[in-house]
């Protein structure tokens, strides 16, 4: 099974105050990826990807710096 699914935003989460607001608007989401995997191996996966390492490369040409790091 995958694929992503709406589910209510969380109490803890920090837009719960938002879905509370009588004109306040917030959602939440959430995606099977079919393995365990830890949120740090999750984050370094997702920020070392390569739509993040073009993004690299033109901070780079702008003369911002940026790593993986």
């Known amino acids: ?3 992503i699914t ?3 935003v ?3 989460a920090s ?3 938002y879905d509370l607001l009588e004109h306040g608007y917030a959602d939440c989401y959430t995606s099977y990826v079919g393995v365990a995997c830890g949120l ?3 984050l370094i996966a997702f920020y ?3 739509v993040f390492k073009v993004e690299r ?3 780079r040409v702008l003369g911002l710096p940026s790593s993986d790091e």
Do not use: H, N
């Open 57 to 59: 490369f033109i901070f």
């Open 40 to 42: 740090d191996d999750f």
């Open 6 to 8: 709406r589910i209510p």
């Open 10 to 12: 969380p109490r803890i």
């Open 48 to 50: 070392t990807s390569a």
């Open 1 to 3: 099974m995958s694929g």
């Open 15 to 17: 837009l719960a105050d």
